[in-house]
């Protein structure tokens, strides 16, 4: 399928304004685009001076001076990229040179002495010794002073300049002698070098024909660059091979350039122009769109279309056009450059005017062995097509706001290449059918490029069954012989000498997937499924699953796995799945049900209510938590819990708890989907405390020392002892005391009791019997038995003893005589006086059993 410009005219834009498109970027110095707006219409040395259309380079960067020093240095990436069909391997092989065939550099000139050229730059042209052209260029200047929105900016002066290289003296000016072999701007040298370089050239030994119809600053008018193009058709001599390179460009349709171009190629001179700079379609630009100019749009190193590179149908072909070094005439200051400021170098430029010339380059070298006719032109740009790479190049991807681009075409995905290895072609594409009772007629694109070798066949092809139909060219062919009510899967290959290519497949929309599952997880559904859609389609893009209600989805671009999230739990979906490819969603699958759960929510009003040694803990369950929540109360210090489950009751109790404690309580809610976030509060357990488990005396003169086991239930403890009689009391927090002013050898009992900082208060307390001054060691003896008397009580004194005894018992010695029958008797110990111990006595009541 021929595109855009070779296939339908141009129309006249009318007034347009001609830019100099160089398609380079220009950071250290660019010019601003300017232009007029009436075009020229008739031949340009018939009239006078008037405002016309101005012409502009199309360079949008120079980096500067390189350090490139041919032919040490590496070779520039753009010839190292076309000599294969992927990557770069540092390498530039090439078969052909162009010798023989002329290139003629419409821009700013070439500096011939540059080493690149090595004496192949021939006399070519230039405006300054054009009168008609000089005074159109000078009608353009002047008229800016007028009017800054039209003619041509005079260039800046740089006064680091020798004064014969200034603008000043050089734009303007005329000088018969010039014919083109100076470059005051350095933009048509590096054309000229990526064309013709010995080291940085695709041909190199093209010859070079410099044609100047730019400025210092690279602008240039209509009737400069019409006249120059006049001079290029008289210089050229039937058969002779040429190809002009324009790395120019007006602001919109020219149509005396267009016309001067068509003449050009009458005479089998090939023209190849840079698409432009704007990142917009380079239809209705000449010369980009002028019909049989070969259209160049930029690549990067790594086969990606700048955002800058014009594109579009009316763009023929892709070509190395970013940072691209070449050969470069001269440096701005002597900073740069050394004393000299006027320099042979090299530089690094961007833009579609770097593309230009390689595809130039490419030309020349078919031109090697073509012979001209009037179909050079077109056969040149087949010749192209055949050996460009298919597919190479990424498209740019515009950002959200950069709306430029939207709907236009995109430029043929065809990458410049020469004597690159052949390959298989790609796929052919937009695959269309149109179905028969028994039969299909199937449509497609061309294939963009051939890969190096020329298509001999394209084949349709049917299945299930295999039917097929081919033909050598064009893009439709029948397949008969199917099968009424069948449904098929198109698809078509190109084949060349290497062999069938890819298979491309005619657009229609995928199929059902298959086997849809749903499964519940936290407030969203994990969805599966089978890809049930037909491999022989287009390729799937995405597959995307729904839930209804609320039309909350997820979307893979491959797999067969994707999680919807943001559901509403414990609420029932329907989900299902569609597939996509470039025509459009299929149908979508069979629905199923799911009802996503969730983590529980988090209680609320949960109350720690105090306890002895403990808390009673309750809570109420977040809305819409369901019956299947788990949750655990934690009391802090000492990680003491308690568990429920919804399905009983939202309380428990916290046991084990230490009173007069305050506890942080917190609680969790615990279900298959996990835990929730924690709820607290604050609890106080506390109640009656509990007493001593033992205790014990120690008797003094006149005291008694009371100690007993400290008890762990309750915290800030006072322990209370008691006498009876007497009712003497010592309090403390520790584990003993000592009652002091009690009677020796009065028999007392001790109560020890508890109580807590918050007034808490043991019902009963621990007792415990001591007499000051004596201790008891036994009160009951055996019937008729003999038993000491310092066995059932002694003194801590060492005065004085006398024992005496009333009641059935008798004293004999030192012995209590027990009678045979069970009784009751006391006996009586008094001790006299001695050192601190006063005198004192003690009754005991013996027991005879």
Partial sequence: MPYGKHSECSCDAGRSRLMRRLVAVFALASSSLVALSMPVSVKASDIAPQPEMIARKITTQITGPSGFSAPNDVIPWGLDRIDSRTGRDNSFTYTT????????????????????????????????????ALASYNYSRDLYYTDPTKGITPCVENPELPLRYRPASIDGVRSDSDVGTFDNDGHGTHVAGSIGGTYTGVAKAVTIVPVRVLDSCGAGTETMVLNGLEWIRLNHQPGEKAVVNMSIGFESTATSIDTAIRNLLLEGVV????????????????????????????????????????????????????SIISSWPWCDSVRLCGRSAIVDTYAGETGTSMASPHVAGAVARFLQSATVTAATPTGALNWLKINATCNAITYYSPTVNQTSRVGLTKTPNRLLAVDAPATVPCAPGNITTTAGSTSSVVTWEEVPAGNGSAITAYTATANPGGRFCTIPSGTTCTITGLTAGTKYAISVTATNSTGVGTQGFADYLPGTPQNVKATAADKSAVVSWDDGTSSDGPPITAYTATATPGGKSCTVPSGTTCTITELVKNTKYSISVTAKNRVGFGPASTAVSVTPGGLPGAVTSLVAATQKNALDVSWVQAAGDGEEVTYTATATPGDFTCTSIATVNTKCSITGLINGTEYTVSVVGKNTYGSSTATTATGLADGVPDVPATSMSTVGSKSVTVTWSAITSSINVTYVVTSTPGNFTCSTTETSCVITGLTNGVN??????????????????????????????????KKNSNTSLVWL?????????????????????????????????????????????????????????
């Fill in 97 to 132: 040179d162009g010798t023989g065939v002329k290139a003629y550099v419409v821009d700013s000139g070439v500096n011939a002495t540059h080493p690149e050229f090595s004496s192949r730059v021939l006399p070519g042209w230039s405006y300054r010794a054009d009168a008609t």
């Fill in 271 to 322: 023209v190849v122009a840079a698409s432009g700079n704007d990142g917009g379609s380079a239809c209705g630009i000449t010369p980009a769109d002028t019909p049989g100019a070969i259209s160049v749009g930029a690549s990067n190193s790594t086969d990606g279309e700048p955002f800058f590179s014009n594109f579009g149908e009316c763009v023929d072909i892709f070509a190395p056009g970013q």
């Fill in 748 to 781: 007392y009992t001790f109560t020890i009791t508890t109580k807590t900082a918050t007034g808490q208060v043991a019902a009963a307390g621990i007792q415990l019997a001591a007499r000051p001054g004596f201790t008891v060691k036994m009160s009951t003896v």
């Fill in 793 to 849: 009580v002694s003194s801590l004194s060492t005065g004085k003893k006398t024992w005496s005894e009333s009641g059935p018992c008798s004293i004999i010695g030192t012995k209590l005589k027990a009678p045979k029958a069970s009784a009751s008797c006391v006996v009586t110990l008094k001790v006299a006086k001695k050192g601190k111990f006063p005198a004192m006595s003690t009754k005991l009541r013996v027991s005879v059993e």
